[in-house]
T-cell receptor, first 114, second 113 residues
């Protein structure tokens, strides 16, 4: 069975500092990995995905994520955080073999302090 | 602009009543999904549909029903059998194939009084 863990419920970072939101996964085969962001009372917005190829994936709003197969991780990063990045972040995995269903992590709340 | 439209945004229901949440997409996507979001639990899959007139149960389908009569539409009915229906409901769609990401609507918040 596939699963996603986001070990931190909350991440606090000062504006201008780099941020990392952690994600680890478990799948039977090769994973498809995704990051989404959610603002209060809104739907989820797609940030980036890893399918294959370069382990460093660049996405929207200056975010990037690094796929690490040996550590089964897909951490979200940004070199310089903005107050407007404060939101709820979800990591999701889709199993290559099973294909259809996405499994989401529980979410990490990011607070960027001015 | 292309996207997914959910309605209503907020809905109140008395216990024992059925309620239907609307989801319409103009992205020409084949697959559509319904998720339930509760605080601290991430998203849980209720139902999904890969093609018109076909749908499958997700992880928490009990107390819910869906239909897929048109490619653009995937309404969700929350029935009186759902024991704890108060939640934020999200509709999503994706392109055919395994690599496509999900596109989400803005959600519907259901509160049972």
């Amino acid at each position: 069975a596939q699963s996603v863990a986001q070990p931190e419920d909350q991440v606090n970072v000062a504006e201008g500092n780099p941020l990392t939101v952690k994600c680890t996964y478990s799948v039977s085969g090769n994973p498809y990995l995704f990051w989404y962001v959610q603002y209060p009372n809104r739907g989820l917005q797609f940030l980036l995905k890893y399918i294959t190829g370069d382990n460093l994936v660049k996405g929207s709003y200056g975010f990037e994520a690094e796929f690490n197969k040996s550590q089964t991780s897909f951490h979200l990063k940004k070199p310089s955080a903005l107050v407007s990045d404060s939101a709820l972040y979800f990591c999701a995995v889709r199993d290559f073999l099973l294909g259809q269903n996405f499994v989401f992590g529980p979410g990490t709340r990011l607070s960027v302090l001015p | 602009d292309g996207g997914i439209t959910q309605s209503p945004k907020y809905l109140f229901r008395k216990e024992g009543q059925n309620v239907t949440l609307s989801c319409e997409q103009n992205l020409n996507h084949d697959a559509m999904y319904w998720y339930r979001q509760d605080p601290g639990q991430g998203l849980r899959l209720i139902y999904y549909s890969q093609i018109v007139n076909d749908f499958q149960k997700g992880d928490i389908a009990e107390g819910y029903s869906v239909s897929r009569e048109k490619k653009e539409s995937f309404p969700l009915t929350v029935t009186s059998a759902q024991k704890n229906p108060t939640a934020f409901y999200l509709c999503a769609s994706s392109m055919e194939g395994r690599t496509g990401e999900l596109f989400f609507g803005e959600g519907s918040r259901l509160t049972v009084l």
